[in-house]
């Protein structure tokens, strides 16, 4: 074995974390029509898990988090975002 | 270079000063106390510039001491007996984030019943946490041991804590001649420290936090084969240490043998008494017994080359224990059979000096010549004067 090929650490560098992805359970997701959005990050602020990300003055959703929750939905002022069913 | 009639105690604090460590975590405890009382007038009289941490517990001394280190402060701290237990769960984590930290070990009984005498238990039973552990038989060794322990520990092929262990009294309070190296030298010899990753705001890092099971299991790996890997680095550092800085001993070798090279019979010890039995197998080679002695200087690495050359073609291996494994006699016994018991056809195991029983070179000599007639038992409880039976009692029924 070459030198220090054996040397691993425990540390880690600040992520998203492997424990909270959704997986394969999810039966609504939230999908954001873009026409409508006007980019006020309510949906951003209401997030219970931070999976709404604002990019270029509207927002997109992180699905590999997103639980579906519809809180994102409920809070829309201009009702740009829709439950849409996955089963 | 000066010489110098100090204590092991004295000894240690200063290599510590010597090695110029930024930060000591400290907490008196029997028979390590001198140690930092020793560090702690230095700094007083401004002969060193270490943060001297008081703390309330050996629990947070090691903790204190550890976050130092991240830190990237080159740290030490001492302890014994019921404190290194008490630091037991610090030691893990120090080991587990493989961080470099020297401690050292002023060995005693560990209770109950309340013990304050020499003895190896406590150290020994450190032995499974990833640690590396030597163990010193002078003074002299055990300053040069502490040298060496924090060039060891900070190398790049290591980067794991050492542990340095020294007979409680015998060693730590016995003065005798030590010849103490000069700064320059030290300073040639230890390049400022390095280490693996340090906290820092501008890189912050996540240390020791949750690891998945593969990962873990990686790590552990990562950290045995670093204490396999130490061996070759001991030896090379240890060659550096001779030339550089030791003019007495040699520390080329993980292990050190005395007259073993043609003997037919071998004793095996570590510590202290490695003195008293070179003594006594001069009494013996005189009357034409050919005897010779290996002194395990390293518990981890444990060097299976160097044990099995030294230790090949002998009739009968006798292992002087100063500590006990319940149940399997000593720690050292149940290694080295481990070790050679396909290559040597008798491996004897004697356990003694357990919580400060004094053993004699004349003990030693008539132990010797026992083993050379022939010890029935596998491990011989050794006592050296006559005691009484053990008390027996009925348990009393408790109404």
Redo the contacts between chains.
């Keep these: ?1 070459s ?2 090929e ?9 992520g998203k974390g ?1 424990g909270g992805k959704t997986g394969s359970w999810r039966v609504f997701k939230p999908v954001v029509n873009y026409n409508k959005c006007i980019g006020c990050k309510a949906c951003f602020m209401f997030c219970p898990e931070s999976t709404i990300i604002p990019s270029d003055g509207k927002v997109r959703v992180d699905y590999e988090y997103c639980k579906g929750c519809g809180v994102c939905a409920n809070v829309c002022p201009v009702k740009a975002i829709e439950m849409v069913s996955e089963t | 270079m000066i010489r110098k009639i100090i204590s092991g105690n004295e000894a240690v604090a200063l290599a510590v000063k010597l090695a110029r460590v930024g930060v000591t975590g400290i907490y008196p405890i029997t028979p390590q106390t001198t140690i930092i009382e020793k560090l702690a007038e230095m700094k007083a009289s401004g002969e060193i510039n270490t943060e001297i941490v008081r703390v309330e517990s050996e629990h947070s001394a090691m903790a204190a001491t550890f976050g130092a280190a991240l830190a990237g402060i080159r740290s030490f701290t001492a302890t014994a007996s019921q404190g290194l237990l008490y630091m037991h769960e610090m030691i893990w984590w120090v080991a587990g984030s493989r961080t470099p930290v020297v401690m050292v070990v002023g060995t005693r009984a560990v209770g109950a019943p309340w013990n304050i005498w020499n003895e190896h238990t406590d150290f020994t039973s450190e032995r499974d946490s990833g640690w590396l552990m030597a163990f010193a038989s002078n003074p002299q060794e055990a300053l040069d041991l502490t040298l060496q322990a924090f060039r060891i520990s900070e190398d790049e092929r290591v980067f794991l804590p050492m542990m340095v262990g020294m007979d409680g009294f015998i060693l730590s309070h016995t003065k005798t001649n030590v010849i103490i190296p000069d700064q320059e030298d030290v300073d040639e010899y230890l390049p400022p420290r390095r280490q693996p990753y340090v906290i820092d705001p501008e890189d912050p890092v996540g240390m020791g936090n949750i690891f998945p099971p593969e990962e873990y299991m990686k790590l552990r790996q990562s950290i045995d084969l670093s204490i396999k890997n130490s061996e070759d680095v001991i030896r090379e550092l240890g060659m550096e240490y001779n030339k550089k800085l030791n003019v007495l001993g040699d520390y080329s070798t993980l292990n050190v043998t005395y007259k073993l090279d043609d003997a037919d019979y071998a004793v095996v010890v570590m510590g202290a008494w490695a003195g008293d039995t070179m003594e006594a197998i001069d009494k013996l080679r005189e009357r034409g017994v050919k005897i010779g002695m290996l002194r395990i200087r390293y518990l981890r690495p444990w060097s299976e080359k160097e044990i099995r050359d030294a230790l090949k073609d002998k009739k009968a291996v006798l292992v002087l224990d100063r500590s006990i494994s319940m149940g399997r006699g000593g720690p050292l016994y149940v290694e080295i059979k481990s070790t050679i018991s396909d290559i040597v056809p008798s491996i004897k195991g004697v356990v003694s000096g357990l919580g400060g029983v004094s053993v004699s070179k004349s003990d030693l000599l008539y132990l010797f010549e026992k083993f050379l007639q022939g010890i029935r038992e596998d491990v011989l409880w050794y006592y050296p004067k006559e005691v009484g039976k053990i008390e027996l009692r009925t348990p009393r029924d408790i109404e």
């Design positions: 074995m030198l220090l054996y040397q691993y650490f425990p540390v880690t560098r600040p492997a």
